[in-house]
Every structure is written in C-alpha cells, then in structure tokens.
C-alpha cells in the first residue's frame, strides 16, 4: 500500500507565500514524476507543477516565476514554494505521483487527500 501525505496548506494574505510537502510512503520501489494539480470550486482539476524523477520541471502558465517545484528523492518527497500568491491560487492543492511496488510492476497514479489553500485580498 502506498500513502501520499501532504502539509503546509493554509490562509493567507494575497503577496504572502507558502510551503507544501509531501512524503510518499508504502511499498515503494520507484518513484517517476511527482507532481501538484489544484481544483478551485466550480472548476476541474488542473496541474500546477511537475517535476521528473531527474529533476526536470514543468509548470503552468498561470504559476510561472512565483512557484518552484523540488523534490527529496531520499525522503520521497515533493515540495511546491508558492511566492507572490493571488486569490486566485485559492484551491485546494493534491499531490500526484508515479509509482512502481517492485521492480516487475507497472507505474501507477497516486493520489495525496489534498490541502486546501486559500489567499485572501
């Protein structure tokens, strides 16, 4: 079984910045992308970051020079910096990752529970 945990959501005011993380955890074998979606309401999900399991990063047009995606191979863990944050960044934020279980297995989608983040004006 694998878990994605993730942390640092919150409230706060719009210039404010603020720190996700998120550890997977289970039975691990391999780690490909890692990456942050957000769903505002009324709205689909859509990706915010991702980055490669070689430290290769892509990102929204909307988030481009005030997010920073990273990654902690040794700890399995993503971290999204939010600087400059608008109101609408308000969503809340999931944590996705590709993961192998062994060394034959297939990658799978794995989902974090999601941390809201709510910028105020």
């Known amino acids: 079984q694998v878990q994605l945990v993730e942390s640092g959501g919150g409230l706060v005011q719009a210039g404010g910045s603020l720190r996700l993380s998120c550890a997977a955890s289970?039975?691990?074998?391999?780690?490909?992308?890692m990456g942050w979606y957000r769903q505002a309401p009324g709205k689909q999900r859509e990706l915010v970051a991702v980055?490669?399991?070689?430290?290769?990063?892509n990102y929204a047009d909307s988030v481009k020079d005030r997010f920073t995606i990273s990654r902690d191979n040794a700890k399995n863990t993503v971290y999204l910096q939010m600087n400059s944050l608008k109101p609408e960044d308000t969503a809340v934020y999931y944590c996705?990752?590709?993961?192998?279980?062994?060394?034959?297995?297939?990658?799978?989608?794995?989902w974090g529970q999601g941390t809201q983040v709510t910028v105020s004006s």
């Open positions: 289970g039975s691990i074998f391999s780690i490909n992308a």
């Open positions: 996705n990752a590709e993961i192998a279980t062994s060394r034959l297995g297939y990658w799978t989608n794995y």
């Open positions: 980055i490669t399991s070689r430290g290769t990063t």
